[in-house]
């Protein structure tokens, strides 16, 4: 079942949730789901990585080295990371599409 199904919306960081209207689920991996999303301010569309803290336990080294490798890399091939949002359980990555 994907982190954010209909069972779990309601465990989503009031921070996202008020900054971004999800649109659909993108895809899902072993420790996150990408969303679509749009920004309610701008109505810019993003892809949200969320990434669940409790499944990702004694892997946060990956996690750090990939979010660091985001920031410095700037690329027209590689997507572009604008924003983290941390939640008590999920960290929420904010990239363009």
């Known amino acids: 079942m994907p982190l954010f199904g ?8 009031s921070e996202m949730t008020r900054r971004f209207m999800v649109k659909e689920t993108l895809g899902t991996g072993a420790f996150s789901e990408v969303l679509l999303a749009e920004d309610r301010e701008t109505h810019a569309m ?9 499944a990702l336990k004694g892997k946060e080294e990956t996690l750090e080295n990939e979010i660091q490798i985001l920031r410095r890399v700037k690329h027209p ?18 990239m363009e599409l």
């Open 46 to 54: 993003v892809a949200v990585k969320c990434i669940d803290k409790k």
């Open 77 to 94: 091939n590689i997507v572009h990371l604008h924003e983290i949002i941390d939640s008590k359980s999920h960290l929420y990555l904010v």
């Open 6 to 13: 209909k069972k779990k919306f309601d465990e989503r960081s």
